[in-house]
């Protein structure tokens, strides 16, 4: 029996990815007023995101280190935006061979059901790997075996960090797919066992990168509210151009995320467009 992927597999996980990679090379904030005669602008290359006065000035070097603030959140936040991403896949598979398992513990299924249950649950569990296996972020993946270290990123001026806990979700997945379900007392042995496991795992992983992207967005709106202060005290410089581009940013990531998604809700993406516009510099 074939199995839909389309809202469990890892599929979604690399539209994800792929969506935000690319609109991360969007102009988010620019900080020069277009109003400007043309000679005192930057050519496109040279743009930046202060104004054009002279580089000894304290806020240049102010607004650069707050640049630089938001450029290490907005890459933790990507990254663990894609590991939520890929650990609520998981969790939608997990429903999948829950229901199965259920199923599998009627003692009068019949022979030929059984094998085809046990099938899908195999299957299942080999596509819950391949989600987490495309949960990485440039190179730093969250929710597989291969780092085994939080993330931790300089969060404000002081030098204070925020940490994405680093989660394993693999060694369940990996039990549920060596199961033996040729009897009704395995598929229940099953459900209270390595499914349980499993359930528990994700569930963790799911509600800790929820909690730990949220942190880095509000630091991530602390810094933009920072920015927007300082650009205030220079006058060639528009500074409704930073919530406003940021905003319409975030409103475009998400309303092509959920059209790519065919309407698949990650809450992260459409409850912190704050997360979500510091994931462009």
Same mark, same amino acid.
């Given at each position: 029996m074939a199995i839909d992927s389309s809202g469990s597999g890892s599929g979604t996980v690399s539209i994800l990815r792929d969506t935000i990679t690319s609109l991360r090379g969007l102009d988010t904030i620019n900080r020069i007023n277009p109003t400007a005669p043309d000679q005192d602008r930057p050519a496109p290359e040279d743009t930046v995101r202060i104004s054009d006065s002279a580089t000894t000035d304290p806020r240049q070097a102010e607004q650069?280190?707050?640049?630089?603030?938001?450029?290490?959140?907005?890459?933790?936040? &990507?990254? @663990?935006?894609? &590991?939520?991403?890929? &650990?609520?896949? =998981?969790?939608?598979?997990?429903?999948?061979?829950?229901?199965?398992?259920?199923? +599998?513990?009627?003692?009068?299924?019949?022979?030929?059901?059984?094998? *085809? $249950? @046990?099938?899908? =649950?195999?299957?299942?569990?080999?596509?819950?790997?391949?989600?987490?296996?495309?949960?990485? /972020?440039?190179?730093?993946?969250?929710?597989?075996?291969?780092?085994?270290?939080?993330?931790? =990123? =300089?969060?404000?001026?002081?030098? @204070? *960090?925020?940490?994405?806990?680093?989660?394993?979700?693999?060694?369940? $997945?990996?039990?549920?797919?060596? +199961?033996? +379900?040729?009897?009704?007392?395995?598929?229940?042995? @099953?459900?209270?066992?390595? /499914? #349980? #496991?499993?359930?528990?795992?994700?569930?963790?992983?799911?509600?800790? +990168?929820? #909690?730990d992207t949220g942190r880095v967005g509000d630091r991530i709106a602390a810094v933009q509210d920072q920015q927007i202060d300082l650009a205030a005290t220079d006058e060639g410089v528009d500074t409704r151009l930073d919530a406003e581009g940021a905003q319409s940013t975030a409103e475009q990531l998400s309303t092509q995320l959920q059209a790519a998604l065919d309407g698949e809700n990650f809450g992260v993406v459409n409850q912190r467009p704050a997360t979500l516009s510091g994931l462009f510099r």
């Open positions: 650069q280190q707050l640049d630089d603030l938001r450029q290490g959140l907005s890459d933790a936040s &990507a990254t @663990a935006t894609v &590991a939520l991403a890929g &650990a609520q896949s =998981v969790s939608g598979t997990l429903d999948e061979i829950g229901s199965r398992l259920r199923e +599998l513990s009627d003692e009068g299924l019949s022979a030929e059901r059984r094998a *085809t $249950l @046990a099938g899908e =649950v195999q299957q299942l569990a080999r596509q819950g790997l391949e989600a987490i296996e495309q949960s990485s /972020f440039n190179g730093v993946n969250l929710i597989d075996d291969q780092r085994d270290e939080d993330l931790e =990123v =300089v969060a404000d001026r002081e030098g @204070a *960090t925020e940490t994405i806990r680093d989660q394993n979700l693999r060694p369940a $997945l990996e039990n549920l797919q060596e +199961l033996n +379900l040729d009897t009704a007392e395995s598929a229940q042995a @099953a459900l209270g066992g390595a /499914f #349980e #496991e499993a359930r528990t795992v994700t569930d963790t992983a799911v509600r800790q +990168l929820t #909690e």
